[in-house]
């Protein structure tokens, strides 16, 4: 695949939804963080459901301390991992107090040094938060980039940085959420389609669908 298809791809994509986001429900760093952390290995859906009533109840780090691991279990119970996640997040949050004043950083070192963040909610965080031009590769992504030829790799780090080499600089803001929503309703993982894809003459998949 060329720069000139790949700066087609981005510009139908972006024409199809100017303004993309995330699909976990949010109004803060702290809220966004908390939801990215619970979101590994769960769906969106699942999470706005925990959520929903977490929130009003702990929406800062010192109110999840007070809620504590067993209380937070209790409202994020129906997550997998839930007792992992409920023990990062309050491990995450005496961090988040002790060493940053309460407020989420906004620089990659000190956000993947919390329990339970890696790069790729680092990346989210960033992007979304912070408005850092990052893109964060999750499984819809790591697919959309190597079925279509668009950056393929064979680990997350790599189709990341071919990503970043290769998108223009004017998409690269919103490029993780145009790509993980085209792989999770339409560059599906068992049947992808192809003839709903707005992308699909651009695309280097040999095995499209009807």
Known sequence: MNASQRRAIFERLRAANPHPTTELHYRTPF???????LSAQATDVSVNRATATLFPLANTPEKM??????????????????K????????TCHILLDQHGGVVPNHREALE???????KTANVVLNTAFGE???????HIFRVANR?????GKTVLEVEQKLLRYVPA?????????????????????KP??????????????????
Request: proline share 3%; with cysteine; aromatic share 6%.
């Open 133 to 139: 031009p990052t893109i964060a590769v999750d499984t």
């Open 148 to 152: 279509t030829g668009l950056a393929p």
């Open 113 to 119: 040094a919390l329990p339970g963040v890696g790069r």
């Open 193 to 210: 389609e192809c003839g709903n894809c707005l992308i699909r003459d651009l695309c280097d998949f040999k095995a499209k669908t009807v």
């Open 31 to 37: 809220e966004l963080l908390v939801a990215v952390m």
């Open 65 to 82: 301390c007070s809620l504590g691991e067993d209380g937070l279990i209790q409202q994020i119970r129906r997550i997998g991992l839930f």
């Open 84 to 91: 992992t996640k409920a023990k990062n997040l309050i491990a």
């Open 170 to 190: 004017e998409f690269r803001h919103n490029a993780h959420h145009w790509l993980i929503l085209h792989g999770r309703y339409v560059c599906k993982a068992r």
